[in-house]
């Protein structure tokens, strides 16, 4: 990500905590799902104030962001065990097949460049992990028209309103195992995928 996208997001962390009302609700049900995977090394790209980090229960938790004042939130919410680092996703500082778990919440639709990230994520994977990918998604029914609105301004605020999973390349290269949905009309899911 560039550091035009850092300096937005190390601006906007003073209004993240109204962002966060609105998301806790799929973050509880992401950790549900997360905590009844077996233990492992576990990357959460984008881990904003990391008000979430408690609620992880079993798994050796790395997290990155690319915003310092967002990292020195989530300083004061981590577990002893957990590692923070001021770290892109677009360009991952560890070693091929090193990790069992990567997370993406709400991190794909911001991303600089989202087919970079997947490669990446795939790249640091072990051999069967998997990537949780919490995100909106446009849909085919009239919601779709909200994210086609939006599109021509969204831009200022770092983020895709348009956003469909299949059209990245990189995803091509997992295998989707579970989908699991918010409410009929919701615009987010989490997707499950194996590497």
């Not at 995977?37 to 609620?55: C, D, F, M, N, R």
């Not at 993406?104 to 069967?128: D, G, Q």
Request: charged share 20%; hydrophobic share 40%.
């Amino acid at each position: 990500m560039s550091n035009q996208a850092a300096s937005f997001y190390n601006r906007f962390s003073f209004f993240y905590p109204i962002i966060e009302v609105f998301l806790k609700p799929q973050k509880v049900k992401l950790m549900e799902e997360i905590n009844t995977l077996a233990s492992g090394k576990l990357l959460e790209v984008g881990v904003g104030s990391g008000t979430h980090l408690p609620l992880y229960q079993t798994h050796q938790i790395t997290g990155i962001d690319i915003s310092s004042a967002m990292l020195n939130e989530a300083e004061k919410h981590k577990q002893s065990d957990t590692i923070l680092l001021k770290m892109s996703g677009e360009d991952l500082q560890f070693e091929d097949d090193y990790f069992d778990y990567v997370v993406l919440s709400h991190v794909l639709a911001v991303a600089s460049n989202p087919e970079k990230l997947l490669e990446e994520v795939y790249r640091v994977l072990k051999p069967n992990g998997k990537v949780l990918i919490l995100n909106h998604f446009t849909t085919n029914n009239w919601l779709r028209y909200i994210d086609t609105a939006f599109n021509s301004i969204s831009g200022l605020f770092h983020f895709n309103s348009l956003f469909k999973i299949e059209s990245f390349n990189a995803i091509k290269k997992f295998t989707l195992i579970k989908e699991v949905g918010f409410g009929r009309f919701s615009y987010f899911k989490l997707l499950i995928f194996n590497k």
